[in-house]
């Protein structure tokens, strides 16, 4: 039954096209994106790929609804709405796919200068309910994995390196297993030992089911991992 | 894909709907239309009459934090007062649906508070409304003290025991970072943060359904604003209080707000969830405001 | 003056009778220079008028065009007006001044009074049919044929939370008495307990907030559900305020700490015993120079009643010998 709940397509793209108009200069319009069309299987780990741009991350922005779409559908199978277009859904069904299913980790970590890396990291599972003693025992022992060391767990992550950073960003998009997952450039600041640690946590969030759309250029670290690669066509 | 555009799906029911809502201040004349507008401006050279709020279009879900941010002169001050039911709207509806655990129980018809009568507003504002202001001499009587500023709201919702009321006005202290043994200090001897914190703890003294909070930070140090944000997102975090915060400044919108309203000389020019508008912004207007981003 | 009389000499005031005017100044003994009871009888209309309208609207504050006397605004010209609008000959008129007959004011309006009506005037709270205080309601219970005048000093309670007039009017409007019941909870915190000695607010009618005046807190129950009329005028405000008889009269209180009035029971009156009426207190000083201070009844004729009785009874306990 997995298996065939598994070829199903948890995500199509058609045709999707994105537009800037950007009216401070004189209205000039720029297209990172133009019809493209691909498929996602449901528990892949779908791998974008393509030369240095705009372009790859506008796919996952647009999937997260950060961007609007110019034209196009994406069809996504929600567990909670059933099969939907992320494009012009609900502004509130996005809201809950947000909080519930859909994860986005964006390139480089965004968070407030006050809050201690611990509560950033336990944040999603507290967002979906679970109790603040419980979700912090969670965030603690993804902190470990991640080899963040305990003196440095209340402390600003804007404080760390880069890569530990990253690391945080990390944790906090696995923490709360999304059904669906968006990675930019997941291990691009990486060292590689701290990148053997992601691709672990990677793989084993693929194995639990969850489907990951991971936009890199790093190839050499996800082709064991991926289970397609989309090369995103030259203007 | 036609089907799908005016998707019904919705996560959860809407609590606060506005339609049209419109707030005009002069007798207004047949050229006002075609004069005014987001471009135009909101004042009508024929008549003078100033349009501060035009057909004002939004839905609000219980427990989200919907932001308005916009210039001086936006409107979004006046769409506040007209939330808050102390100024009449001229033109539309602002249709209201209880929660369920209000007194009519399951029946959720919606009501349209614009229709209400003097005291049934006042009884809406007073047990389900709560607005925090940019000044707290707006907001708080400077003359009585603290504790008899947050209780004003608990004995205008005809608590007689003051025992309770100090109670309550206590935990609200705590929840709003203040020093509960300065309940019985005058609002002279408090810093602009903490006279910001007494607001909030008195609009949350009676558990209200709708948070407003109006330009709250504007004015305030910068590390004091910082606090103060982040004490209205923990006790939304706590509380699950549904808010609409006004403010010009992006930075505090983007903090707190799930969804944004965009507007301009009266008009909402565009509206999205808080990180579409700060990264993919549509309208003129708004690029503008995000490219002017400190 | 009986409640029913009242509403007679309203029905005339909508017809304005000259003849029954005539017939009113015949009839007395007054000074032929002044008109009967001095203001003109347009101006009693109106007052008449405006008292009706305070009546039909129980603690509400009516305003009136006060008339101009020959006694000083702030000294009682109100409650002055009230009572010159509504005697008339057959009336018996009793003037106090904190419950003091003999007090410089009240004999002054009672001889302004006197020389314009050539009414009767008494001590005797029951023999009176119009009675007009300034800060004190008499001990003996007044009946449904009396009507009890009050002068007032500042007639909107909202004054001490609300300094203008506009928003005052209109929180009267709205019944939205929220601040004053701060100014109550302020009251409590800062004294510990509630520290309005005179001037006591209270809800009339569940309506309207109503000042009731500075009488003491003792006399502030005989208000509720009452037998008699009461009507409030405040000259320099220019504004009537009424409490129909058997209306509802709340004072603001808390659950923990109620309404409570002066009343000490150990507290005797120096001259008659009394315990169980308000007392005011007196610096004696006695013929060796020593002085103390001395608790007597505040009203005097009262206090002189059960006096006279009392030595009348201990003129015949004592054997004639």
Not at chain 1, 62 to 91: K, P
Not at chain 1, 179 to 195: C, G
Not at chain 2, 258 to 277: C, F, H, P, S, Y
Request: hydrophobic content about 40%; proline content about 5%.
């Amino acid at each position: 039954m997995e298996q065939i709940a598994r070829q199903m397509p948890i995500l199509e793209v058609q045709n999707l096209t994105k537009q800037f108009h950007m009216h401070l200069i004189d209205g000039r319009i720029i297209e990172p994106l133009h019809a493209l069309s691909f498929r996602v299987q449901a528990g892949h780990a779908f791998v974008i790929s393509g030369r240095s741009g705009a372009g790859k991350t506008s796919i996952l922005k647009c999937i997260y609804r950060t961007y609007l779409t110019t034209d196009g559908t994406i069809w996504y199978d929600s567990q909670r709405f059933g099969r939907i277009d992320l494009a012009t859904a609900d502004e509130d069904v996005i809201v809950a796919l947000r909080e519930q299913e859909v994860g986005f980790c964006s390139q480089f970590l965004k968070a407030l200068p006050r809050i201690p890396a611990i509560a950033i990291v336990a944040e999603p599972l507290m967002k979906r309910g679970m109790a603040r003693t419980a979700a912090l025992e969670q965030a603690t022992a993804w902190l470990k994995r991640l080899g963040i060391d305990e003196s440095r767990w209340q402390a600003s992550p804007l404080t760390f390196s880069g890569g530990e950073q990253q690391r945080i960003n990390l944790a906090r998009a696995f923490i709360a297993a999304p059904r669906l997952l968006l990675l930019d450039e997941p291990t691009a600041s990486l060292d590689a030992a701290s990148k053997s640690i992601v691709l672990t946590m990677m793989a084993e969030a693929r194995k639990a089911g969850t489907t990951m759309l991971i936009v890199s250029h790093d190839m050499t670290a996800l082709e064991t991992l991926a289970d397609e690669i989309y090369w995103l066509p030259h203007e | 894909m036609s089907e799908m555009e005016h998707s019904p799906i919705t996560s959860r029911p809407w609590m606060l709907e506005a339609h049209r809502l419109t707030k005009r201040y002069g007798p207004g004349c047949p050229h006002c239309a075609a004069h005014t507008g987001p471009e135009k401006g909101n004042r009508c050279p024929f008549c003078g009459t100033v349009y501060a709020c035009s057909q004002v279009d939004f839905s609000l879900k219980k427990g989200e934090i919907l932001g308005i941010v916009g210039e001086s002169g936006s409107g979004k001050s006046t769409l506040i007062q007209l939330v808050h039911l102390t100024v009449p709207a001229d033109d539309g509806q602002l249709w209201y649906r209880g929660s369920d655990e209000s007194e009519q129980g399951n029946d959720r018809a919606p009501l349209d508070l614009l229709t209400l009568d003097t005291y049934a507003r006042r009884q809406f504002r007073n047990h389900q409304l709560g607005i925090v202001y940019q000044r707290p001499e707006l907001g708080l009587n400077m003359r009585f003290s603290v504790g008899g500023n947050i209780a004003e709201k608990l004995l205008l919702a005809d608590w007689r025991h003051v025992g309770r009321i100090r109670q309550r006005a206590s935990t609200l202290m705590s929840l709003t970072e203040l020093p509960p043994e300065r309940i019985d200090d005058a609002p002279p001897l408090f810093s602009g943060g903490m006279l910001q914190r007494v607001q909030i703890a008195k609009a949350l003294s009676n558990n209200p359904a709708l948070l407003l909070l109006d330009e709250v930070t504007t004015g305030l140090d910068l590390s004091v604003q910082a606090r103060v944000l982040d004490l209205i997102r923990q006790i939304q975090w706590e509380l699950k209080i549904t808010m609409l915060i006004v403010s010009h400044d992006l930075g505090v919108i983007k903090q707190l707000a799930n969804r944004t309203l965009v507007m301009k000389n009266g008009w909402v020019v565009e509206q999205g969830l808080t990180d579409q508008i700060l990264e993919d912004p549509q309208h003129p207007y708004t690029q503008l405001l995000v490219s002017s981003i400190l | 003056m009986t409640s029913s009389r009242f509403e007679e000499l309203m029905m005339q005031s909508a017809t304005a009778s000259q003849e029954n005017h005539g017939a009113a100044e015949e009839r007395s003994d007054h000074d032929p220079l002044y008109n009967f009871a001095f203001i003109d009888e347009d101006s009693k209309r109106e007052i008449r008028r405006k008292l009706l309208k305070a009546v039909a609207l129980p603690g509400h504050l009516v305003p009136f065009a006060s008339r101009d006397l020959p006694i000083a605004r702030g000294w009682g010209t109100g409650g002055l007006q009230v009572t010159m609008a509504l005697v008339e000959p057959r009336d018996t008129v009793k003037i106090i001044d904190q419950g003091d007959d003999e007090s410089v004011n009240a004999v002054n309006l009672r001889r302004l009074l006197q020389q314009t009506t050539g009414l009767r005037f008494t001590t005797d709270t029951t023999e009176a049919t119009c009675i007009q205080t300034r800060h004190r309601v008499p001990e003996e219970p007044l009946r449904a044929d009396q009507i009890l005048v009050l002068q007032v000093p500042m007639a909107d309670p909202l004054r001490w939370v609300e300094p203008s007039l506009e928003r005052s009017a209109q929180m009267h409007a709205e019944a939205d008495y929220g601040r004053m019941w701060v100014y109550m909870y302020e009251s409590v915190v800062r004294s510990g307990d509630m520290n309005i000695g005179a001037q006591y607010p209270v809800m009339v009618d569940n309506r309207y907030m109503m000042d009731t005046t500075p009488v003491p807190r003792y006399d502030v129950p005989r208000f509720h559900m009452a037998e008699t009329l009461y009507l409030f005028g405040a000259g320099r405000e220019k504004r009537v305020y009424a409490i129909p008889p058997y209306t509802r009269v709340a004072p603001l209180e808390f659950e923990d700490y109620p309404f409570k009035t002066e009343h000490d029971s150990t507290q005797f009156c120096a001259k008659c015993g009394a315990n169980d009426t308000f007392l005011t207190r007196h610096f004696i000083v006695s013929t060796n120079g020593q002085g103390h201070w001395t608790a007597f009844c505040s009203d005097t004729s009262y206090c002189h009643k059960r006096y006279e009785a009392q030595m009348q009874q201990e003129a015949k306990e004592v054997p004639f010998v």
